[in-house]
């Protein structure tokens, strides 16, 4: 890892603490295989239609129950789990994708690197990349990292609040492409209609996106005009999306709310294998795998080459201590899906607690190049490096862990044991010397 790589990640997750940013709470990011391939069969028409592509973006999925979605480059669209879990249809959640997806294309967020220098304190760039590390245990919905923010409210208006004007051209733009992609404006106006009179509440009570997106009368009759004029267009139902929408937020609802909640709304989805998949989430976490396995194992014969199903089977079976079944679910998961970062290091994380840790190594690895935010990654990689008798190694990678979470002494602790371990000059080394360079960066930034 470059020292402009980690500065790269610095300013992006700087950008991220401020966006995320409420006083006194945490926040958490859910990182769920299953989940982010759903929701990016669901933006991959309006990203389309927007020009932006799906290659290298991400739905990443916020834990928290308020309506908020956002934005803080061109490669990452937030949605709070709540916001989710809120909408009725699928042309509900595109609509706010593609209006998301609007303030990436009309260039909405070129004015927010100014604001950055706010940000520059070390509290702020290591919070935040603990909040945008997919800090995932095990791949699953419900085990991710917690992360604390500290930013006030008054910088995370400043950083991150839209003009009107930005909110009309976005609502505009969001429209055509919702139009282009073929699906129904009709979403987009219950969205609005969702945030109708929180302009008159106090700040303390209006839901997030509405302190963010203001919402004025003239714009939602704006709204209400543009989307009228395209009420007679035939737009017949997607399957497609309904089912992906359904098993979002049948699989997310199943990891938060109770096991109790879910086994009496488990089929409301429509779907068999939707219902057996939630059923299956319930039972395990009663810490039932008598009656989780064989659910999982209904929703895998119904979509044999799924590679999700085959995830959350892993994920049942790592948190139920059979490893060496979870290392062969896993296995078919990896084969199914052979480029997903996260499906990789569960694989790896299974693998090493069966004591195949070459192997284990080399597949952590191998989901790090895909996608290396990852503290809980590291921390594996760390222990592999260790069983292997590799102590430099081990502290390269817990030095850039503990960078990743905002503990600069104890990475630059690790950092500085692995440089008097490792060759001078060899590429362990160097990414010791960088992680030691980003330390007294952020010392400066103060």
């Given at each position: ?77 937030f949605l709070n789990s709540g916001l989710i879990q809120r909408m009725e249809t699928p042309d509900m959640l595109q609509s706010v ?329 060899s590429a362990g080394y160097r990414r010791a010397q960088d992680i030691l360079s980003a330390v007294k960066r952020a010392a400066r930034?103060?």
């Amino acid at each position: 890892m470059s020292l402009s790589h980690i500065l790269r990640i610095l300013t992006a997750s700087a950008l991220l603490a401020m966006l995320l940013a409420l006083p006194a709470r945490a926040q958490t990011i859910l990182r769920d295989p299953d989940i982010e391939h759903a929701l990016k069969q669901l933006a991959a028409p309006v990203l389309h239609a927007a020009g932006l592509g799906t290659a290298g973006m991400r739905i990443l999925v916020i834990d928290d129950g308020s309506l908020n979605a956002f934005v803080i480059d061109r490669n990452h669209i937030f949605l709070n789990s709540g916001l989710i879990q809120r909408m009725e249809t699928p042309d509900m959640l595109q609509s706010v994708i593609a209006h998301e997806a609007a303030h990436i294309a009309n260039g909405h967020l070129t004015r927010r690197p100014i604001n950055l220098r706010n940000a520059r304190t070390a509290a702020g760039i290591g919070s935040a990349l603990a909040a945008i590390a997919a800090v995932a245990a095990g791949g699953g919905a419900e085990a991710a990292g917690a992360v604390a923010l500290g930013a006030q409210t008054t910088a995370q208006r400043l950083f991150f609040v839209h003009t009107r004007a930005e909110e009309n051209a976005a609502d505009q733009s969001g429209l055509r492409y919702l139009v282009e992609a073929g699906i129904s404006t009709e979403g987009a106006l219950k969205v609005l209609d969702l945030f109708r009179g929180q302009e008159l509440l106090i700040s303390a009570r209006q839901d997030p996106y509405a302190r963010t997106h203001p919402l004025s009368q003239d714009r939602y009759r704006t709204m209400q005009r543009l989307s009228q004029a395209h009420v007679g267009r035939e737009t017949p139902k997607d399957t497609a999306a309904w089912y992906w929408f359904m098993r979002a937020k049948g699989k997310l609802s199943a990891f938060q709310r109770s096991p109790k909640w879910t086994l009496n709304r488990a089929g409301e989805s429509g779907y068999a294998d939707i219902k057996a998949m939630r059923e299956a989430v319930a039972w395990h976490r009663r810490a039932n795998l008598n009656r989780a396995l064989p659910l999982i194992d209904q929703a895998i014969a119904a979509n044999p080459n799924d590679p999700y199903y085959y995830e959350l089977k892993g994920q049942i079976l790592m948190e139920s201590r059979q490893f060496d079944a979870a290392v062969t679910a896993y296995r078919s998961a990896a084969q199914l899906a052979p480029r997903n970062a996260l499906i990789q290091g569960s694989y790896g994380r299974a693998m090493l607690a069966t004591g195949q840790t070459q192997d284990a190594l080399q597949m952590l690895e191998k989901s790090r190049a895909s996608d290396g935010r990852d503290p809980r990654l590291l921390r594996d990689m760390a222990t592999a490096y260790a069983k292997l008798g590799n102590t430099g190694m081990a502290s390269v990678v817990t030095a850039e862990r503990y960078a990743m979470v905002n503990r600069m002494e104890d990475a630059a602790i690790h950092a500085k044991r692995a440089s008097g371990l490792l060759p001078q000059g060899s590429a362990g080394y160097r990414r010791a010397q960088d992680i030691l360079s980003a330390v007294k960066r952020a010392a400066r930034n103060k």
